[in-house]
């Protein structure tokens, strides 16, 4: 299929796991991808197999600064936008004992804050009939201990899929989330764990899954084409959960 052919999407976090996924996804069926990342080396790497229509942008999502300038600087170069998927953003657990300001800062800053202010900045670059998927969370649905900052950080993200909906939906724009549950990607080495517990905790988390296994990025990028494609045109305000069953047991 190429639902995509003469489209340009967004895709912040795009360097990796599921962001880089739903990139390829993207750019397989015929779109123009802009890609946001903070690392320049990754960035260079993702856009050199995304191909030569892919666009590279430097950005951070917890800095205000990045935040705001990102509509700015797709309006300079003169790119609109038919689909966004907002996926840039952070996990660290720790117990509710241990957990200070700056981590508490670091996960709101980047999972609401960065994701808020960006989405406003990218208003004015949006076409009529664009579509906009978060990347939410099943964390904020299933009170792991440990997890209290980030479940917190995607509920809200969560509930802007639903306010959202409703103040852009008359501009033609939609807004929906998806929430992974556990999918094989990078971040799962980026959670501040040594090797032996982050081997021991993903053993746990496989263990809940009716389905026995991680989900693949793949799997995610499927579902958010579909949120962002016109066949999933009255899908709006709404949740789909990604997690081989894990929340609903």
């Known amino acids: ?3 995509f052919e003469g489209k340009n999407v967004l895709v912040t976090g795009g360097t990796s796991g599921i962001g880089l996924a739903v990139a390829r996804a993207f750019a397989a069926e015929g779109a123009r991808v802009v890609i946001t990342g903070r690392d320049a080396e990754a960035l260079g790497q993702s856009t050199s197999e995304l191909g030569t229509r892919a666009v590279a942008l430097r950005n951070d999502a917890s800095h205000m600064g990045d935040a705001h300038e990102l509509g700015a600087t797709l309006l300079g170069m003169g790119i609109k936008l038919d689909a966004v998927f907002l996926n840039a953003g952070t996990a660290r657990f720790a117990p509710f004992a241990e957990v200070d300001e700056s981590l508490w800062d670091l996960s709101f800053d980047t999972n609401v804050k960065g994701a808020y202010f960006q989405l406003q900045s990218l208003l004015p670059q949006l076409n009529s009939g664009a579509s906009i998927v978060l990347n939410g969370s099943i964390n904020a649905h299933i009170g792991m201990p440990a997890s209290s900052v980030y479940a917190a950080s995607k509920a809200a993200l969560i509930s802007l899929a639903k306010t959202l909906s409703a103040e852009l939906l008359p501009q033609g724009v939609r807004v929906n989330v998806v929430s992974p549950g556990p999918i094989h990607t990078p971040l799962y080495g980026k959670l501040g764990m040594d090797a032996e517990t982050l081997e021991a905790t993903a053993a746990q988390i496989q263990a809940q899954v009716p389905l026995g296994r991680f989900g693949r990025p793949e799997e995610v990028a499927a ?9 999933s045109a009255f899908i709006v305000g709404s949740e789909i959960v990604i997690d081989g069953g894990m929340s609903q047991l």
Do not use: G, I, K, W
């Open 223 to 231: 579902t958010v084409l579909h949120l962002a494609s016109p066949e």
């Open 1 to 3: 299929m190429n639902r």
